[in-house]
């Protein structure tokens, strides 16, 4: 098979959703003498830009996206190793978690997979973080975007006490807020720096905002 | 001046039936959960839910200085609570959260985490539930000094999501039969309660029925209709009362759901501009339309008075005319919406809300 | 409607002035917490101290929901906030507890553990304390936005048994002179905190001057008057404003101190009866009674909307004649407190309270 | 010096609030033969009801019953083995503490020293004690009385709660709240058995209460 047939194929199954494969056509394409790079722009992130087309044309929904993510992560670890050998960092850093008192976590879920899925490092802080845990962590870290998820209403009044928290503790990091509950008119007013419906909008700001800090996906 | 709950029973009743010439306002439907009771009644969840009366006391209290139209326990409804009863009865009590302000949850997907937690998943007996006994004896008491008809409250994708996670929806495409094989247990424990509440406090004029998977966030319509519409058809053959669909994710299928499934009414709008309703309303002259665009979290969260007063008089507008439309804010009454942003509502109803109506 | 914070502050001057021809009804007094701010607004304690904005606009939209004459930031009040102050300026840091919904508190007697504690304590430097800093700025704001005068309180015995808790008492018969090395440094930061607040925010008309220690239950009256009485003569010289009384204690001795010091109103009640305020209003008739007994902890806890409508009006019967009456629930309007009863005290002012009076 | 000049000294010096002397006497006059239950009932019990008598005419207050109390407690601790030996029960065990939110404990400080200068066995869990916590201490030590202190306004929510959840765990001991914020009607209204606007008061309660069950103070 041709390179380019390999990384077709690799798109296919991650976008197909199928773990096994993913990981095995990746092993395949390192081991034909691919570089790694190839690899994550020709494959990788090519596929998860298409998973988003998919959800965006609505042929694709949360189940599927939750599936190919995982397709993502599978292939994304084969690479691993390679990246790490040569130095490769991480497109960024990315603290992500739901605030105190807010259970739901699918949203986030999502996040995390489809950013760890093209390579970011990605801190899952869990569900219902409190304000200090979240402060500490990105004094601890520094990370490039905080992602505050939460699916109640009354996570909002949770968010901006979590935003005030890290603004106090002079931490410059990104905030981005997420869930159904949010809206620009609330992300104003607590202070987010952007905020998402939905976990791929999520995805994208992420990487709009990881882009236009010079990093990005690479 | 006490509250005149007949006379609210009369106008829902009669602007949902379209007639408004027997309508004095447009009436005024609040989903008020744990958090508002709180907040207006001043005490803690663990208070309302260790005492029948207390509970009672501080629905009755909240709905009154709200001007509601309607009043329900806000337990009333077989969502988080039937999670709950589903923990307990499970031996899963550490899945639970409590909080004094807010109201109790399970740990999403920790109840059944494994395909043996399905298999093995026990439908509650709802005599012995702690949460349904108080929920049931709370709204008896209200029911007895309201003389408001106490609505009941069903869904299956709430509680499926809430037992089985995130992994529900992998399940979806990996294994939908061991899911299908969950959301019939739901079922049949929604029947159940339905069944013990009916026994407990008495028939239910309508359900309120919580589709959330029919948000397009969530889930295609198609699956929508699998794993939670072909129960709802179900639960409407044995319960045999209307319907209100209730939905309040940012991209509801209600359209599409009015076609496939009979419903009285829709409760719902998170980000739907009033265009929507208006079509809605041409397309389903026969379904009221209760919430429409009147948002918690935007007008009323960071809004004025002024700015809910306008919001509300623009629904009356478009939608009273002809009856059948219902003033309801969506979704839940939130922590961080203000109070007087809260009470703006029943103000405008009756500036702007009366039949027959003078602002067109 | 707009609130006319104009028209507040005549209402309440004119009646404290006995000028009863020039106020229209008898003014409303609330003394609202951090809780009450909670629950009106919406906010967390946190949130709230995390920004003027925020916290200036739930107080103003509270007091304007509450249809209250008066308007003040709960931490404009050197007592709590000061001993937090004192915690941060002393590196306790791990003394302070918060609260989701209710006022941010210090472990009573943490600070001042030790006679060293005392000797070491460092009064605060209130320019950085960041309790002040939002404080201050908070009150600006709703100075700026409703012209109403923003009135500071002090305190030395709250501050005092905040830092040292039950070894102040034993202090007073064991080691008064330490006791009192505590009062003068709580008195320093008083003079201090006043002299802060004045800068930033702008002259106090008057001060709420919280005397804890002249309470039966806590002292007899020469320890008051030795333990804070003192301080409060001080106090008036170096301030040279009125001062408020405030104590709401079960046995306070308000006129007792009011022989003793120049008060210009008082504002209290906890368990006494009319009959109290009906004698003080005739042994001191040029000071005010804000309060009387509408007490939060029984009728507006426990009682209904008209239980409190009645009191309010016993209240208005026996000690609005003549004016130097101000209606305030004594004390700070806590969480148990249905709103309901709350806002019956509006409702009952616009009812029974006009000038001239119609109801004696 | 005669027994009863031994015990009026004990009295007067406990009145005074003087801790080693107090301790000192109580000690002489056990060394002398007096068998403990008279210093006990004609010392110890009566300088108790003086310093009440004495705060009830306003002539003690709350500094003097303090320090009393401390000089009580001395006392009693002399006693105690002897007690101990002759296998006396104590009169009582009273399970106390401020509610959670409230880190208040001036009143429930008095009412814990008088009761153990009186011999109570009495269990003080602090301040800021969670409903939980009362519910499992009284599960573990099956108190006669449970005492629920609290200061501010927003601890009669939580005493509401606590008794709730006692009485859902079938702990049948009597409840008795305390605090000035508290009145005869919100103890109705959350079901304490009795209530007290202070210490004293609280210790009189007790005291009744044990009285009327049989035991009581010796």
Known sequence: ?218 | MPHDWVKSALRLMNAMAGKTKKVDRVPYFALINEQMLCRVAGVTVKEMLSSPEIYAKAVIGSYEFLEADTIQIPTSYAGPGEALAFAESNDKLDTIRWYDYKPLSIIQGAVCKTEEDIDKLEIPDHSKSSIWKVSTEAANIVNEKTKFPQMFGLGIWSVVQELRGVQAFKDMRKNPELLLKLCEKVYESQLDVFKFWTEKVGFSPMIMLTGYSFNKHMMSFDDAMKFEGQFIKRLQEKTKVPFIFHNCGTSPYFMEACKEIEFAAVNGSHPLDLDYWIKFKESYPNVTIMGANIDVSREMLTGTPQDVEEKVRDNIIALAPGGRYVCSPVCCLPWGVPLGNIMAIPRALEKYGQYPLKIQ
Chains 1, 4 share one sequence.
């Open chain 1, 1 to 218: 098979m041709s390179e380019k047939d390999n990384l077709t194929n690799l798109i296919n199954v991650i976008v197909d959703g199928d773990e096994i494969q993913a990981s095995s056509i990746a092993k395949k394409a390192l081991d034909s003498g691919l570089d790694y790079k190839a690899i994550l722009n020709e494959g990788i992130i090519k596929a998860c830009e298409e998973i988003g087309q998919l959800y965006e044309k609505e042929e694709y929904f949360l189940a599927d996206m939750l599936i190919s993510a995982d397709a993502l992560k599978a292939a994304m670890k084969v690479l691993k190793p390679a990246m790490e050998q040569a130095s490769e960092k991480s497109p960024g850093k990315i603290l992500i978690g739901t605030v105190e008192g807010d259970v739901h976590d699918i949203g986030k879920s999502l996040v995390t997979s489809l950013l760890q899925g093209q390579g970011y490092d990605v801190i899952d802080l869990g569900s219902e973080v409190p304000p200090e845990t979240f402060a500490q962590k990105a004094l601890e870290d520094n990370p490039d975007i905080i992602g505050l998820s939460g699916l109640l209403t009354v996570s909002i009044s949770k968010m901006r006490e979590t935003i005030a928290l890290l603004k106090e503790k002079r931490i410059d990091s990104k905030i981005i807020i997420g869930g159904g509950v949010v809206s620009k008119a609330a992300c104003v007013l607590i202070g987010a720096d952007d905020c998402a419906k939905d976990g791929w909008e999520g995805v994208k700001k992420i990487n709009r905002i990881i882009s236009s800090k010079g990093g990005g996906v690479v």
